[in-house]
């Protein structure tokens, strides 16, 4: 490995240089070098460059290049910011290695994920330990799962484990996860230290950090980030990274949200306190106090919420959309025929928490005989009810500069109100968290600009306050590819109803007769699964499977299979949506046929 780093990241990409002569396929564009050097200019010169970076530029190579050279020639790290995790293992597991053994450098390159991504040795000890009172049957059948797998792994990340399905045991995986005041380098000192813990570690000695935009966004509002003191940062897939800051801020509060609650003092499933009441009588009262007080403040909480759905009814069951969202401002004119109202609502959840710190008290004073299955467990509804009186003390209290809205969401199994809060502008947040506070960064997308000028963008995430202070660079970069020449577009009129089944059959019929004529790979683009399961249906019955592969997203199923089969066929049709609208990288010939089904447009009536 050569240690001597070169006067400019630039001479990487020259004629000649190591990108050429050791990266398969690499061709010199000269848009990739004017991103280099423009890069390489803002990282120098404490300077922001706001990139429209055209697709197929290869810019993600182009800020590795001159992130990797900062890094190293002022020993602090880059920081790169995506939204897609397709994005994050292209960059971690591809380009960056692939750089590397281009120049000869070492370069040290960590992906952080957020602390509930990891297990927790220590936890899952206790679990174990303790699966008897704390599990369900088919829960423990999932802990044998996570028990083999973690004995394997050597990340401890569970997006790892396809043998687990996280949204389908979110309890299990609660007890089990790494988290904060239950999960730290004392406590699992003997087991070598937990798996986050090893992850941070790394953060101080990398030269590339690779995050996504929401933790990355958590840790810049953390008080005690992890995230070295100094850096440069990029920000990709900029376009997405207001609204997932927005995300970040957003506090949500439903029925579901008291669940851990009312299990743990549900009267009929206190097996966690029966011998524990036994051995401390000064806690039976206030232990049979809060069975009472779980049971009406459930019964309050149903209630509250029920009435306001049927208050809505009319509207939500006339709407074509599964999931409906209202804003609001004025509390009383919302919730005027809700029983119980917000307030009466709000009191008891405060009455309850009273209760419960009475508890906490006596437990605190007899911790050291108290066993750890109860602690655990009790700790996690403090930490529930404390967030909960947060978000409620947020939704009641007038602010003009947040919004306030309600989603009702249908479900023939059950209908679900949520209550949800966000600020009404992140840009403050950006500016005052990021880049007031730090010298130099990037912002790049494919689109980020709004008829040719960046404003609109600037003014989203905060870059418009910081004019005086900041030398701003302003470009955009063209793709290398001449669409005009290498691609037509054609667009389907016929005036068919979208949620037509004539409409899905149309379609399947395009979809099946360019397939047979053309013989090439196909991607098509859909904007729900409902879409997919349809097409699926028909294609599936019209082709024959022995020529042609039809490969379609469906929950559990990875998508880097899906990927890798469709790289494998040449007569593959492979039909995805959401994630595989961004962030996946097919190179060279391997869409020749891209089909969008829809459009696909934000709801109108999304309150934000």
Known sequence: VNSEIDNHPVKYFDGGGPLELSWKGYEKRMSQIEFVKDSHRA???SSILI???GTGMGKSLAYIASGFFSSKKNKSPMVISTYTKNLQDQLFNNDIPKF????????????????NNYICKSRMETLINSHIQLLHKEEINELITLIVWEWFTITGDINECGGFNISCNNRLWALIMSENGYCSPRICKKYEGCYLERVRKKLLISDIIIINHFLFANELMSDGSF????????IDEAHQFSKVVRDQLEKKINFNSFSDLFNFFDSKN?????????????????CNEMFLKSSILKATIKNFFDSYYNNKCDFVNNSDYIV?????????DEFINTDPNPYEVNNMILDFNKSLNDISTIINDKK???ANSFLLEFHICEKKIADIIEIFKMIIKKDDTVVKWSTFTKSNHKNLTTLSIAPLSVKNFIYDNLISNYDSGIFCSATLMVNDDFRYFKDKVGLDLAVIEKNIIEKS?????????????????????????????????????????????MLVLCTSFKQIRALKNYIGTKININEYKLLVQEPGISKNVLISNYLDYSKSILVGTSSFWEGVDFPGDKVEILFIVKTPFDNPYDPI
């Open 43 to 45: 990282f120098s010169e």
């Open 51 to 53: 990139a429209e970076a």
């Open 477 to 521: 970069y063209q793709s290398p590819f001449h669409y005009t020449d290498q691609a037509r577009l054609f667009l389907f009129q016929k005036k068919i109803d979208v949620n037509d089944s004539l409409f899905i059959e149309e379609i399947g019929s395009q979809i099946i007769d360019i397939c047979k004529n053309l013989n090439r790979r």
């Open 368 to 370: 050291d005989e108290i």
């Open 100 to 115: 590397a053994s281009c120049i000869d450098k070492e370069i040290t390159a960590v992906i952080y994920k957020g602390r």
């Open 324 to 332: 409906n969202k209202v804003p609001f401002s004025n509390l009383e």
């Open 270 to 286: 206190n097996n966690w306190s029966k011998n524990f009441i036994d051995r401390f009588s000064g806690l039976s009262k206030y």
């Open 227 to 234: 995230l070295p003191e100094n850096f440069v940062y990029v």
